[in-house]
C-alpha cells in the first residue's frame, strides 16, 4: 500500500534511558527497517539534539529521504523542533510524523517486551501514514496590537503596566468596582511589613490615568471569539448609574445614602451604602450604585444621592453597555476566591461570632477596615488569647488536597500584627507544617517566634466554646499530648481557590482547568504563562494560588508573553484546515451547521459548499459528516487516518 | 487456545489533541502504569472520528475502539465532542447491525489535566474487551463496507486524485 516515491527515514530515540529502559529501541529500529518504504532506520542517543538532527538532514540529502519519522517524544513536546530540521534540510515540514514512544509508550507502560511491541505497532502507523503526506505551507496572520487584560488585582495591574509603558495598548476589564483586588484588602505584607496600600496603590494610580490603559470596572467580558491576533471580544459594562468624567469623587453622595448592607470588601465586617466606592483610594474613585438594595430601584423613590451630588453625576437611567473589541492577546489574572470555612463546621465559623476568617482579619488590622485597625473581639474588648488555625480546607481531601502556599506566612503575619494591634494578645498558631519558603520568609517566620508567639505542630482539629471562651482542640505532634487551648478569638487561614465561576470563564476564553480546578498552564514547569490556546495567557492566582512576589512576577511574565506576539506583529497559522473538493461535493449542506466558525457557506451558483480556510481551525467535525467525502481536513485526511489504523492495528 | 485470561485484545484509541492526548501525555510524565492494548491515532478533535475510521479499525483487527476527547463544553473547537457523542449513538446502532457488541466501542472524556483518569480509563477499557473476548471474522462482517475502507483507494478517491508522494519523490532517483 505504500507509496512508490516515498523514501521513509525513521529515527528511533533512546532519550537517555528514558525510552531505552524499558523499550528495546534496536529491536523497534530493525522492525522499523523492514516495513514498506523504508529506506533507512537508526536509533540514536537523543534525537532531538544537534547530532540526531543532523542525522536526518544526512539521510535526507544523501539517501534521497522524503519522508520522516521519529519515534521520541510526544508531538506535543519536539514536533515543532523535527518540523524545522525538516525545513532546514529543504524538505517541507508536513513530510514529518512522530510516534510518542516515550509518554504513550516508555513511560507508561511495566512490562518491555509489551512496551517494545506497542512502540513498533505505533512506529508501523506512522510509516503507513507518511506516505500519504503532502507539503503544506504555513500561513501568517496580523496580530492586532491591543492586550486585553482580564482581573484588575496586582497580577493584571502589573502586566498592564508593563505593556503600556512599551508604548502599547492595553484594556484592563475588571467586574467589581475598583481595580486592586485581594491584595488592596490587606494591611501590611510578609515578610518586609511594608504597607500594602502604600506599594499598591500607585500602582493602581498609574494604571488609572495611562494614557495607553483603558480601564473598564464593574465590566464582565461575556464572549470571546477569533483565534490569536484576531480575538473579538464582547464586554458588558454594567451601569454604574453615576456618570464617569462627571463624577469629582467627592464623596457625598455616599455620606447621606440611608441604606446600609453588609461590605464586601470588609468581607462582611464592616457596612456599605447602596452608593459607594469599595474603598477610599479605589480606582477610578467613582462610586456605583447596587441596584439590588438601593431604594431609587427597589422602593422607587429615594433620590437622595441624586439630589445632593454637587457635579450632577448621579444618573438612574443608565443602561448596562454591551462593548465589541479587537484584540491581539489576552491575559487572565482572575485570581482566586477563598474556602467558605461554614463547610468545615467543626471550627464554628458562622456559629461563633469571634471565628474570623484570614481575609476578615486582614481587614480588621488594615487602618482603614471596619475596627480601624484594632484586633478587637465582637463585644468591643481587645482578646487576651488569639488562635490562628492553619490549613483550613487545604491540604485536606476533604476540601481541596493541594497546599495553599500562601497560608503559612499570611499566618506568622497575623500572629504578628495580632500580638502588636491587640496590646500584647498571647498567641498560638496550629500548623501541620511550616512552609516558609521565599526570599526573607525563614527570617521573618524566626523573628515572629522570638516574638513570643506560640507554635504549636498540630492541626486545630475543632473549635468549641467553653465557659464563654472559644476552646481550640488539637494534638501537638510535637509533644505527643492532646491540647484544649482558651482562647478569645480564631482566624482560620482558609485555602486559596477557584473562582466559583472558573469553569464557565474557562469555557468564554477556550482554555482548560487542572484537577484543582485553577487554569492549566501549558506547561507546568516551563511554559506557566501560556494556556492550551494562542494568544491566552494567565497570571497570577488564577493558575495556583500565589503569594504577591509570584504573582507580580508572573503578571510581567505575561506581558512578555504578549509583548512577544505584538512585536513580532504576525502569527503564524497551522495550515491543518478543512478544504472541500467541488467536483464531490453534492450540495447536501449538512456540513454548515456543523462548523463551530462558520467558515462553510453555501455557493448556490455552483450548487456546493465552500470552505473559508482564514476562518477554519481544523477541528475536521465537517469531514467525519460528509456523506460524499468531498470536505478533507489536510494533515488528517481520510487517506492518512485509514493508513495508520492499518498500521497500527496490523498484527 | 486463547482463554479470558490470556486473551490480550488489540484497541484503537483516537484522541483528540488537544484534552485526552495530552492527558495521555500526563499520564506518562507522572509514570502511571496502564495496559499497552489501547494504540494510540491522534486527532485533532473527537469530532473529527467519522464513522469509517471505527470501522476500520474493526475491519483491522481491533477488538475494541476507544474515542476520548475534551468533557462537554470544554472542547478546543467549542462542540465538536457533541457531535461525537451524537455520532456514537448512530455507531452504536450501526454496530449492532454488523453483529458487533456496541460496548466494544467507548467514548470518553479526558482533559489535558487528568492523566490518572486516562491510565483508569483504559485499564477499564482493556477489562471489559477482554470479557468480551476476541471479536473475529470481522471481515466477514464488515464485507459489505469494503472499499470504503481501503486506504490505498485509486486515484481520484478522497485524496483529490493527487499521488499520495508526487512532492519529493524524485530526490530518491526513481
Not at chain 1, 93 to 109: D, H, S
Not at chain 1, 587 to 603: D, K, S, V
Not at chain 2, 40 to 64: I, N, Q, T
Request: charged letters at 25%.
Amino acid at each position: 500500500m505504500s507509496a512508490p516515491d516515498a523514501r521513509i527515514g525513521v529515527y528511533v530515540c533512546h532519550c537517555g534511558t528514558n525510552i531505552a529502559g524499558t523499550v528495546d529501541v534496536p529491536a523497534v529500529r530493525d522492525f522499523a527497517a523492514g516495513l514498506p518504504g523504508v529506506v533507512v532506520a537508526r536509533d540514536y542517543k537523543y534525537m532531538c539534539a544537534d547530532p540526531g538532527q543532523d542525522l536526518i538532514k544526512k539521510d535526507i540529502k544523501e539517501l534521497g529521504v522524503n519522508r520522516v519519522i521519529v519515534a521520541s517524544c510526544s508531538p506535543r513536546m519536539h514536533e515543532p523542533t523535527f518540523r524545522r530540521c525538516l525545513q532546514l534540510a529543504g524538505l517541507n515540514a508536513y513530510y514529518f510524523e512522530m510516534a510518542n514512544i516515550r509518554e504513550q509508550v516508555a513511560w507508561c507502560t511495566a512490562d518491555k517486551a509489551a512496551a517494545t511491541k506497542k512502540a513498533q505497532a505505533l512506529v508501523r502507523g506512522a510509516v503507513a501514514r507518511v506516505p500519504y503526506h503532502e507539503p503544506l505551507e504555513e500561513r501568517t496572520s496580523p496580530v492586532c496590537p491591543v492586550t486585553l487584560i482580564v482581573g484588575g488585582g496586582v497580577a493584571g495591574i502589573e502586566a498592564a503596566l508593563k505593556i503600556a509603558s512599551s508604548g502599547n495598548k492595553v484594556w484592563l476589564v475588571e467586574r467589581e468596582p475598583s481595580i486592586g483586588g485581594n491584595m488592596a484588602r490587606f494591611d501590611k505584607t510578609f515578610p518586609t511589613l511594608d504597607c500594602a496600600a502604600c506599594i499598591l496603590t500607585p500602582k493602581m494610580a498609574d494604571v488609572g490615568r495611562h494614557p495607553n490603559i483603558t480601564l473598564l470596572t464593574y465590566s464582565e467580558v461575556l464572549e470571546v471569539s477569533g483565534f490569536i491576533g484576531n480575538f473579538e471580544v464582547t464586554i458588558k459594562k454594567r451601569a454604574r448609574s453615576v456618570r464617569h468624567g462627571v463624577c469629582t469623587g467627592c464623596g457625598v453622595c455616599y455620606s447621606k445614602c440611608p441604606t446600609k448592607v453588609p461590605s464586601e470588601f470588609d468581607v462582611g465586617l464592616g457596612e456599605r451604602t447602596a452608593i459607594y466606592v469599595p474603598f477610599p483610594q479605589a480606582v477610578p474613585n467613582v462610586p456605583v450604585i447596587d441596584r439590588e438594595v438601593c431604594r431609587q430601584f427597589t422602593k422607587g423613590k429615594c433620590g437622595i444621592c441624586q439630589k445632593v451630588c454637587p457635579a450632577g453625576a448621579v444618573d438612574y437611567e443608565q443602561q448596562d453597555e454591551i462593548i465589541k473589541e479587537k484584540f491581539g492577546v489576552i491575559i487572565i489574572a482572575t485570581g482566586f476566591e477563598v474556602f467558605d470555612p461554614s463547610l468545615a463546621p467543626q471550627y464554628g465559623y458562622g456559629r461563633y461570632p469571634d471565628v474570623y476568617t484570614a481575609l476578615q482579619f486582614e481587614r480588621m488590622t488594615n487602618a482603614s477596615g471596619p475596627t480601624t485597625g484594632r484586633v478587637v473581639c465582637r463585644n468591643g474588648q481587645e482578646p487576651k488569647a488569639v488562635a490562628i488555625l492553619h490549613c483550613i480546607g487545604s491540604r485536606d481531601k476533604n476540601y481541596y488536597p493541594y497546599c495553599s502556599r500562601v497560608c503559612c506566612m499570611a499566618s506568622v503575619k497575623a500572629a504578628h500584627l495580632a500580638k502588636e494591634k491587640s496590646g500584647g494578645a498571647e498567641i498560638y498558631e496550629f500548623y501541620i507544617d511550616m512552609r516558609t519558603f521565599g526570599k526573607q520568609y525563614e527570617e521573618f517566620y524566626n523573628r515572629v517566634q522570638e516574638e513570643g508567639v506560640h507554635f504549636i505542630r498540630g492541626k486545630g482539629a475543632e473549635v468549641i466554646e467553653k465557659d464563654g471562651r472559644l476552646v481550640v482542640h488539637a494534638e501537638d505532634t510535637l509533644l505527643g499530648l492532646y491540647r484544649e487551648v482558651p482562647v478569645d478569638m480564631v482566624v482560620l487561614n482558609t485555602a486559596l481557590i477557584p473562582h466559583a465561576d472558573a469553569g464557565r470563564v474557562a469555557q468564554i476564553f477556550n482554555i482548560q482547568r487542572s484537577q484543582d480546578g485553577f487554569y492549566l498552564e501549558a506547561h507546568i514547569k516551563l511554559d506557566p504563562m501560556k494556556t492550551a490556546t494562542e494568544g491566552v495567557y494567565l497570571a497570577g492566582a488564577c493558575q495556583s494560588p500565589k503569594d504577591i512576589p509570584d504573582s507580580v512576577a508572573q503578571g510581567a511574565g505575561a506581558a512578555a508573553e504578549a509583548l512577544q506576539r505584538i512585536v513580532a506583529g504576525e502569527v503564524v497559522i497551522s495550515p491543518v484546515t478543512c478544504a472541500i473538493d467541488a467536483d464531490r461535493c453534492a450540495g447536501c449542506r449538512m456540513c454548515i451547521p456543523l462548523c463551530p466558525y462558520t467558515a462553510i457557506t453555501f455557493n448556490a451558483e455552483k450548487g456546493v459548499s465552500e470552505c473559508n480556510e482564514a476562518l477554519c481551525k481544523g477541528c475536521g467535525t465537517c469531514v467525519a459528516s460528509c456523506a460524499s467525502g468531498a470536505a478533507r481536513l489536510k494533515h488528517f485526511d481520510q487517506r492518512q487516518l485509514l493508513a495508520q489504523i492499518e498500521g497500527v492495528a496490523a498484527s | 487456545m486463547t482463554t479470558p485470561e490470556t486473551f490480550e485484545p488489540k484497541i484503537v484509541g483516537f484522541l483528540c489533541n488537544w484534552c485526552t492526548y495530552a492527558g495521555a501525555d500526563l499520564a506518562g510524565v507522572s509514570r502511571l502504569k496502564y495496559p499497552p492494548n489501547v494504540l494510540p491515532v491522534r486527532v485533532m478533535c473527537s469530532g473529527r472520528v467519522e464513522p469509517e475510521l471505527v470501522l476500520k479499525a474493526f475491519w483491522e483487527g481491533a477488538d475494541g475502539v476507544l474515542i476520548s476527547g475534551c468533557h462537554p463544553g470544554d472542547c478546543h473547537y467549542i462542540e465538536g465532542n457533541y457531535k461525537t457523542l451524537r455520532r456514537k449513538e448512530l455507531l452504536d446502532r450501526l454496530l449492532e447491525q454488523f453483529g458487533i457488541e456496541k460496548e466494544r466501542l467507548r467514548l470518553t472524556w479526558v482533559s489535558a489535566s487528568e492523566g490518572d483518569l486516562w491510565a483508569r480509563v483504559v485499564t477499564e477499557t482493556v477489562e471489559a474487551v477482554r470479557r468480551l473476548g476476541p471479536l473475529g471474522r470481522t471481515r466477514d462482517r464488515l464485507q459489505s463496507c469494503d472499499g470504503i475502507l481501503a486506504a490505498d483507494l485509486p486515484a481520484g478517491g478522497c485524496c483529490h486524485g493527487e499521488h499520495p508522494a508526487a512532492e519529493g519523490g524524485g530526490t530518491g532517483g526513481r
